[in-house]
């Protein structure tokens, strides 16, 4: 017995003599001149001892501490070795600290703390067939930003690096690349660059004066099945046409008078010569050639009345003079009641610009596909792998068309339909050229900068020395990240801990709804992981400044006991918060109340359910079925009834 506990009390002392290191330092990308702090972190039982070295063998003059400050000229390598009094040392990983050519303008602003900043754009090229195609893209970051290209969409395997070069160019080469920098603290992409062949130059290049997108997806429905596809199919086309210089405000689960506030903010950021863009994910149906979009709180049954009628939609996007309107719809297209009456339906002024993509055809439902933990819409899912190709827009959703027709989860259940008016080659990837409507252009760059405005980065220091750092990345344009990390523990601090809550609180959906692996892949992965995440989602209901409590858990040093303090942050009406919506949607909320009558409130979302197959299909329909007497008084009990032609278009969507 004497001889076990003196083995284990020599274990326990190698244990306790070992230099631990526990936080180490990152690789940076930097602008000429730009001050860096490389920060290491150890811990043992003696006083430890630092020294950094720039070779293997070139002492750093006066790097002898735990964090070491440098001017940043030139490409440089550095690792940290740290020792204690009884000899024992360790060496941290290398880091490099990376300098960009002093030629290139680097245009941060004085807050940078690190985030992803393009530093050079790749271009645009034409390059003759058996061609050499050279991309470039460098950007800033702290830590170092990965990087990622994108060719129509479509990630790149093994392409990473700042130059992408591709040899003997040739017809799958043409099309659009883009290249994405990422790191801890968020993600920023690229502009467009259009690689064209001769044969591929067929295109009559017209100009925008601005492009816009407004993208909602419906998912967790209050009285009807639930989706699932929405949250990456919006995140996703989000982003691609970001790449293309869309002004993009991307919105999950709206109630109807959300939808209608949201509508009405996007119909102000049109104005003529500008490329709209319409997208909408979730439950819907036709009815006598009628498109009707199903909020997430439209009672069952529904009637046109708790719904959105696209024709309308358009109808008001056409009245804003725009060059080109777009709308794409990922819903079904079927109406179970077949004794509905056709009602006449006003056709739009012929200014031929119009493009309708239906992820099916009339009469038909669109499905979405569920694999593990990601699950797609059929029709997105080609849309998405096409949306960056430099061709007319009716080009690009024929392709969708042929990609999906081939797919065989929907073979005989689910074709696209393509309807235009489009006279001119218009393509999404058209440029930009505001010259004449600077003045129409900064107006609708401020209204736009309302929906996608974040909290600035922040550090929040605590009694007990220790340092928190704060920062936020929006998934949508209502769904808020705050990222909280450790950044300094102080002298009397160790095994530090972090707590985020809201007030008012804001429920993560997700969460609740089972979707949590969803949406952890839309959330950036980095060894260098936050210690803390929040999800704030339905900031569009956010009625006053919300406010963080900030809470760390710690123990002193050389003690046992655990202690808390906190801290508040008032981080204001982030994103669409300050937009207000809610000031339309109180009225319009009434409003639809007293016309539909008593509705079940509660507003949980149902359970998701389980997936029982690896990859299956599943419908967008909402059921719209009535539990009936058995001796039925009408036919038509359950017909969705017209809205009156007649009625003002203002909000009666």
Same mark, same amino acid.
């Given at each position: 017995?004497?001889?076990?506990?003196?083995?284990?009390?020599?274990?326990?002392?190698?244990?306790?003599?070992?230099?631990? #290191?526990?936080?180490?330092?990152?690789?940076?990308?930097?602008?000429?001149?730009?001050?860096?702090?490389? +920060?290491?972190?150890?811990?043992?039982?003696?006083?430890?001892?630092?020294?950094?070295?720039?070779?293997?063998?070139?002492?750093?003059?006066?790097?002898?501490?735990?964090?070491?400050? #440098?001017?940043?000229?030139?490409?440089?390598?550095?690792?940290?070795? #740290?020792?204690?009094?009884?000899?024992?040392?360790?060496?941290?990983?290398?880091?490099?600290?990376?300098?960009?050519?002093?030629?290139?303008?680097?245009?941060?602003?004085?807050?940078?703390?690190?985030?992803?900043?393009?530093?050079?754009?790749?271009?645009? *090229?034409?390059?003759?067939?058996?061609?050499?195609?050279?991309?470039?893209?460098?950007?800033?970051?702290?830590?170092?930003?990965?990087?990622?290209?994108?060719?129509?969409?479509?990630?790149?395997?093994?392409?990473?690096?700042?130059?992408?070069?591709?040899?003997?160019?040739?017809?799958?080469?043409?099309?659009?690349?883009?290249?994405?920098?990422?790191?801890?603290?968020?993600?920023?992409?690229?502009?467009?660059?259009?690689?064209?062949?001769?044969?591929?130059?067929?295109?009559?290049?017209?100009?925008?004066?601005?492009?816009?997108?407004?993208?909602?997806?419906?998912?967790?429905?209050?009285?009807?099945?639930?989706?699932?596809?929405?949250?990456?199919? !919006?995140?996703?086309?989000?982003? @691609?046409?970001?790449?293309?210089?869309?002004?993009?405000?991307?919105?999950?689960?709206?109630?109807?008078?959300?939808?209608?506030?949201? #509508?009405?903010?996007?119909?102000?950021?049109?104005?003529?010569?500008?490329?709209?863009?319409?997208?909408?994910?979730?439950?819907?149906?036709?009815?006598? =050639?009628?498109?009707?979009?199903?909020?997430?709180?439209?009672?069952?049954?529904?009637?046109?009345?708790?719904?959105?009628?696209?024709?309308?939609?358009?109808?008001?996007?056409?009245?804003?003079?725009?060059?080109?309107?777009?709308?794409?719809?990922?819903?079904?297209?079927?109406?179970?009641? *077949?004794?509905?009456?056709?009602?006449?339906?006003?056709?739009?002024?012929?200014?031929?610009?119009?493009?309708?993509?239906?992820?099916?055809?009339? =009469?038909?439902?669109?499905?979405?596909?569920?694999?593990?933990?990601?699950?797609?819409?059929?029709?997105?899912?080609?849309?998405?792998?096409?949306?960056?190709?430099?061709?007319?827009?009716?080009?690009?959703?024929?392709?969708?068309?042929?990609?999906?027709?081939?797919?065989?989860?929907?073979?005989?259940?689910?074709?696209?339909?393509?309807?235009?008016?489009?006279?001119?080659?218009?393509?999404?990837?058209?440029?930009?050229?505001?010259?004449?409507?600077?003045?129409?252009?900064?107006?609708?760059?401020?209204?736009?900068?309302?929906?996608?405005?974040?909290?600035?980065?922040?550090?929040?220091?605590?009694?007990?020395?220790?340092?928190?750092? @704060?920062?936020?990345?929006?998934?949508?344009?209502?769904?808020? !990240?705050?990222?909280?990390?450790?950044?300094?523990?102080?002298?009397?601090?160790?095994?530090?801990? !972090?707590?985020?809550?809201?007030?008012?609180?804001?429920?993560?959906?997700?969460?609740? /709804? =089972?979707? +949590?692996?969803?949406?952890?892949?839309?959330?950036?992965?980095?060894?260098?992981?936050?210690?803390?995440?929040?999800?704030?989602?339905?900031?569009?209901?956010?009625?006053?400044?919300?406010?963080?409590? !900030?809470?760390?858990?710690?123990?002193?040093?050389?003690?046992?006991?655990?202690?808390?303090? +906190?801290?508040?942050?008032?981080?204001?009406?982030?994103?669409?918060?300050?937009?207000?919506?809610?000031?339309?949607?109180?009225?319009?909320?009434? /409003?639809?109340?007293?016309?539909? =009558?008593?509705?079940?409130?509660?507003?949980?979302?149902?359970?998701?359910?389980?997936?029982?197959?690896?990859?299956?299909?599943?419908?967008?329909?909402?059921?719209?079925?009535?539990?009936?007497?058995?001796?039925?008084?009408?036919?038509?009990?359950?017909?969705?009834?017209?809205?009156?032609?007649?009625?003002?278009?203002?909000?009666?969507?």
């Amino acid at each position: 017995m004497v001889q076990c506990l003196s083995f284990h009390s020599k274990v326990l002392k190698i244990m306790i003599n070992e230099i631990v #290191i526990v936080q180490q330092p990152l690789s940076v990308c930097v602008p000429y001149n730009y001050t860096v702090t490389l +920060s290491v972190r150890a811990v043992g039982l003696d006083p430890l001892q630092y020294q950094w070295f720039q070779s293997e063998e070139e002492v750093v003059p006066g790097g002898t501490r735990s964090d070491l400050v #440098i001017s940043a000229h030139r490409k440089q390598y550095f690792v940290c070795r #740290i020792n204690d009094q009884q000899n024992n040392f360790v060496f941290s990983n290398w880091v490099k600290v990376k300098v960009l050519k002093a030629e290139v303008s680097p245009g941060l602003h004085a807050s940078w703390r690190g985030e992803p900043h393009i530093a050079l754009q790749p271009e645009s *090229q034409r390059v003759q067939r058996r061609g050499r195609v050279t991309l470039q893209c460098w950007a800033f970051g702290i830590p170092a930003p990965q990087l990622q290209w994108y060719h129509n969409g479509l990630l790149m395997p093994g392409a990473t690096a700042e130059t992408l070069e591709i040899e003997n160019a040739d017809e799958e080469h043409a099309g659009s690349y883009l290249c994405c920098a990422s790191n801890v603290l968020g993600e920023k992409w690229t502009e467009s660059a259009e690689i064209v062949l001769p044969e591929n130059i067929t295109l009559k290049r017209l100009a925008a004066t601005d492009k816009v997108a407004l993208l909602i997806g419906n998912l967790n429905y209050q009285h009807h099945p639930v989706l699932m596809a929405p949250v990456v199919d !919006v995140h996703e086309l989000s982003n @691609l046409l970001r790449g293309l210089g869309f002004r993009v405000v991307s919105l999950l689960d709206l109630t109807k008078a959300e939808m209608l506030a949201s #509508i009405e903010k996007f119909l102000q950021l049109l104005d003529r010569g500008v490329y709209a863009l319409f997208y909408y994910a979730g439950h819907g149906y036709e009815c006598s =050639g009628r498109n009707y979009l199903v909020p997430i709180d439209a009672p069952q049954p529904y009637r046109p009345e708790n719904c959105i009628s696209v024709q309308r939609v358009m109808r008001r996007m056409q009245e804003k003079h725009t060059a080109l309107n777009v709308v794409l719809l990922d819903t079904c297209r079927k109406w179970y009641n *077949q004794h509905c009456v056709p009602s006449e339906i006003k056709s739009l002024d012929p200014l031929g610009n119009t493009v309708y993509g239906f992820a099916t055809c009339e =009469g038909a439902e669109a499905f979405e596909v569920q694999d593990g933990s990601r699950s797609t819409g059929v029709f997105t899912k080609y849309l998405n792998m096409n949306i960056l190709r430099p061709e007319k827009i009716t080009r690009v959703l024929e392709r969708v068309s042929e990609d999906l027709g081939r797919d065989p989860l929907v073979t005989g259940k689910q074709v696209m339909e393509i309807r235009h008016t489009l006279k001119d080659p218009r393509s999404l990837a058209d440029p930009i050229s505001a010259a004449g409507h600077t003045g129409e252009l900064l107006l609708r760059d401020l209204c736009w900068k309302q929906a996608n405005d974040l909290p600035a980065q922040r550090l929040v220091s605590f009694p007990c020395g220790a340092v928190v750092e @704060l920062s936020f990345s929006a998934l949508f344009s209502n769904v808020l !990240v705050v990222f909280a990390t450790v950044k300094d523990t102080g002298s009397q601090a160790q095994d530090c801990s !972090v707590a985020l809550r809201s007030s008012p609180a804001l429920e993560d959906i997700f969460s609740i /709804a =089972g979707w +949590s692996d969803e949406m952890n892949t839309l959330l950036l992965t980095n060894t260098d992981a936050p210690d803390c995440c929040l999800r704030l989602c339905g900031l569009q209901k956010l009625q006053k400044p919300l406010m963080l409590t !900030v809470e760390l858990h710690y123990s002193r040093v050389r003690q046992h006991q655990r202690l808390t303090e +906190s801290r508040q942050q008032n981080i204001g009406r982030p994103l669409v918060a300050r937009c207000e919506l809610y000031k339309r949607t109180v009225a319009e909320g009434a /409003a639809a109340a007293a016309a539909v =009558g008593t509705v079940h409130t509660d507003y949980r979302p149902r359970p998701r359910p389980p997936s029982s197959q690896p990859c299956r299909p599943s419908t967008r329909k909402a059921e719209n079925a009535v539990t009936r007497p058995a001796q039925s008084s009408s036919p038509r009990d359950n017909e969705p009834e017209e809205n009156d032609e007649s009625e003002p278009l203002g909000w009666a969507l």
